[in-house]
């Protein structure tokens, strides 16, 4: 049971309950794509949504819109590089996924799964990160990113427990129409926080 079931004491949730919170994490992603739409402003928004999911799974409450823009704005200039790197990664990747498989390059059927466990781990690292910086207030990549990979090697079975959501989130992401992607987004940001909580992936010392 979560913080916000405590917070509620004996009162049960009931349908409503199950359809307003599928339309906040709808309405999460949607917001969240359109934030990343000029590409550059992918980690500020990626950082900013997180930061509001772990505010609502903690105290059961959305931040105010205002709270939520000011970490966007403050997110912008730090989220960049991580976007530009985040997208050379891909690239990488998918270039070589591709090239592999279409016999392109050596390596056949063993290169091919090498390189697929590789991208499996990377996005299990990658879901870490995001969620570090949502604990954080949606800044301080460069901190996350040392204590996503540290929590990472010391506790393997976590990163393999996000990779695993993230790469169900990612398989359905090609599966379903393209209109259903931004909707997708908030509940792959839930999905991964929500690992994230049952099998935490570090402790933040509060100041």
Do not use: K
């Amino acid at each position: 049971m979560d913080s916000r079931a405590d917070e509620r004491g004996d009162q049960r949730r009931d349908w409503r309950d199950t359809v307003r919170d599928a339309a906040d994490l709808a309405l999460l992603g949607i917001l969240t794509v359109l934030a990343s739409a000029p590409v550059l402003t992918a980690g500020a928004a990626v950082g900013a949504a997180s930061a509001a999911l772990h505010d609502w799974l903690d105290t059961g409450s959305w931040p105010t819109a205002r709270r939520t823009m000011s970490r966007f704005g403050r997110g912008l200039l730090p989220g960049l590089p991580v976007t530009l790197l985040g997208l050379g990664g891909v690239g990488l990747l998918v270039t070589n996924l591709v090239a592999l498989a279409t016999g392109r390059v050596p390596g056949g059927a063993v290169g091919l799964a090498v390189t697929s466990v590789v991208a499996a781990a990377l996005l299990g690292y990658a879901a870490a990160i995001v969620v570090e910086v949502g604990r954080t207030g949606g800044t301080g990549w460069r901190s996350a990113v040392t204590r996503a990979a540290r929590a990472c090697l010391d506790h393997p079975a976590n990163c393999a427990a996000l990779a695993g959501t993230s790469l169900v989130a990612v398989l359905v992401g090609v599966l379903v129409t393209p209109v259903a992607v931004p909707i997708l987004a908030g509940y792959a940001l839930a999905a991964v926080h929500a690992v994230a909580r049952r099998r935490p992936v570090t402790q933040v010392e509060l100041s």
